[in-house]
Nanobody, 126 residues
């Protein structure tokens, strides 16, 4: 059973930084895309960033976070991170990490992910 556990959320002011972590267990970490998504109240869950855990670790970002957020992996710790800088009030959401069942597939759409964490709340005040 694949389990994903997020941590690191909190309440910050606009312009501050936060670093989220997602610890994975239940299968080999390497070979699967890891993604971060977020869902704000009243809105659909949206893609934030993704990283491949094989090879050089290619990264992908939503336009809304490009240049401010950085996704990274630590294969030895089975953990993926999301460093969030220059936070804005519109970044307020529950952030979840996710991963697909199939290996070696790059997926950016939320429909392609099969396993999800419970999420961690990020609140950015103005």
């Amino acid at each position: 059973q694949v389990q994903l556990v997020e941590s690191g959320g909190g309440l910050v002011q606009a312009g501050d930084s936060l670093k989220l972590s997602c610890a994975a267990s239940g299968r080999t970490f390497i070979s699967y895309t890891m993604g971060w998504f977020r869902q704000a109240p009243g809105k659909e869950r949206e893609f934030v960033a993704a990283i491949t855990t094989w090879g050089s670790g290619n990264t992908y970002y939503a336009n809304s976070v490009k240049g401010r957020f950085t996704i990274a992996r630590d294969n030895a710790k089975n953990t993926v991170y999301l460093q969030m800088n220059s936070l804005k009030p519109e970044d307020t959401a529950v952030y979840c990490c996710a991963t697909p069942k199939k290996p070696y597939i790059l997926i950016l759409s939320r429909d392609g992910y099969d396993y999800w964490g419970q999420g961690t709340q990020v609140t950015v005040s103005s």
